[in-house]
């Protein structure tokens, strides 16, 4: 098969496409032909050895996949050749097979295809998971998202707004800006051009967010916590930035706020079956038409790279995907 490979740690750049053995399924497991693969930002940390996951070398980046079962290991009994399936797998998703377990691979619903399937476990799960468990949002509060056009924070946009929030979208550009309030932003900020912190204060009243999204980091973080509402949750997500925040505690002890890790990856593993229920509850919602994932982008297996480059270089809104055709 062919396969997209990290040989050596390094930009989307130094990633090869080349010809290696096709994967045979272990007990347990599956093998995917892979129609899509999503890529994430994580895609951008992993090639250059920057993750909290490190594959052995050499690996294909890319996370999440969705494909159709094309030869089922020992002991396999829920799943059959020619189903069709998406699977969150860490890596190994931009090649044309991967050997995944069978207990993680879900079914594709009717009238999902495989681009918008691939898209999806990623970016809603973590969002929901971050604003339903560990947010606790209620309706009527206020949600401040940061990097709101992105994969998780436009997920975390749509699933606010449904959660009855009032959504405070805040990014880089106007079409992004755009982008979040047909997802159901009630307000944008523009963080490259208004002062974050003037413009929360601004939009609630003096009263800040109840919950706010940071999945960027870097310079915002520390005036997105400082415009956080009494007893109000700042949810730890990500550093798209590149810059890990070193934030005085005393802004949690004066807004009496709690900052909030969320590590969605680990919570699929530690709790499997909260996280089924969570799964459940999100499709069902996009069965009721409710979610509606945006892939802006997809490229052919061989130019993979430049789907990571979109998002190390700040360019793709919602999600972009990489297509394998059969
Ligand atoms: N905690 C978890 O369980 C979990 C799960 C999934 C992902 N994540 C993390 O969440 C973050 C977002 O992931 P994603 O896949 O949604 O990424 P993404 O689609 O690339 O979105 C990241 C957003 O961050 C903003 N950004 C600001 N500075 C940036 C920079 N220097 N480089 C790139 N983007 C920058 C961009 O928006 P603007 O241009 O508008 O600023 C971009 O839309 C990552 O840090 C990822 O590791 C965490």
Redesign the pocket.
């Known amino acids: 098969m062919r396969a997209v490979l990290c040989k050596e740690f390094g930009p989307p750049e130094s990633l090869v496409l080349e010809e290696v053995d096709d994967p045979t399924p272990s007990a347990g497991q599956v093998v995917l032909d892979i129609e899509a693969c999503a890529v994430?930002?994580?895609d951008?940390?992993i090639i250059q050895d920057q993750y909290q996951f490190k594959p052995p070398l050499p690996f294909s980046p890319g996370a999440e996949v969705a494909g159709v079962v094309s030869a089922v290991g020992e002991g396999v009994d829920s799943l059959a050749v020619g189903d069709r399936v998406f699977a969150s797998t860490g890596w190994g998703g931009l090649a044309e097979k991967i050997a995944v377990g069978a207990s993680g691979c879900l079914p594709i619903p009717d009238g999902m295809d495989a681009v918008h399937a691939s898209a999806f476990l990623?970016?809603y799960g973590?969002s929901h998971y971050?604003l339903k468990d560990r947010g606790h949002l209620q309706p009527g509060e206020v949600l401040l998202v940061l990097?709101?056009?992105?994969?998780?924070?436009l997920a975390a946009v749509e699933l606010g707004a449904l959660m009855g929030a009032t959504v405070i979208a805040a990014?880089?550009?106007k079409e992004?800006l755009e982008l979040c309030r047909e997802h159901g932003a009630a307000m944008t900020i523009n963080?490259?051009e208004e002062d974050l912190k003037t413009r929360i204060r601004e939009l609630t009243g003096g009263r800040g967010a109840d919950v706010v999204y940071d999945?960027?980091?870097?310079r915002f973080s520390e005036p997105a916590l400082r415009s956080t509402a009494w007893d109000g949750r700042f949810l730890v997500?990500?550093?798209?930035?590149?810059d890990i925040p070193k934030i005085p505690l005393n802004l949690a002890l004066l807004k009496s706020c709690s900052i909030v890790g969320?590590?969605?990856?680990a919570f699929v593993g530690r709790e499997p079956e909260r996280n089924k229920a969570n799964i459940d509850e999100l499709m069902a919602m996009w069965t009721e038409g409710k979610l509606r994932p945006h892939v802006s982008e997809t490229f052919p297996l061989e130019r993979g790279g430049e789907a990571i480059r979109a998002?190390?270089?700040?360019k793709?809104l919602g999600?972009v995907v990489v297509t394998i055709p059969a």
């Open positions: 994430n930002f994580p951008v940390l990623y970016a973590t971050a990097g709101a056009a992105g994969g998780v924070g990014a880089s550009t992004k963080y490259e999945a960027v980091g870097g997500i990500g550093f798209a930035a590149g969320v590590f969605w990856g998002l190390a270089d700040r793709a999600k």
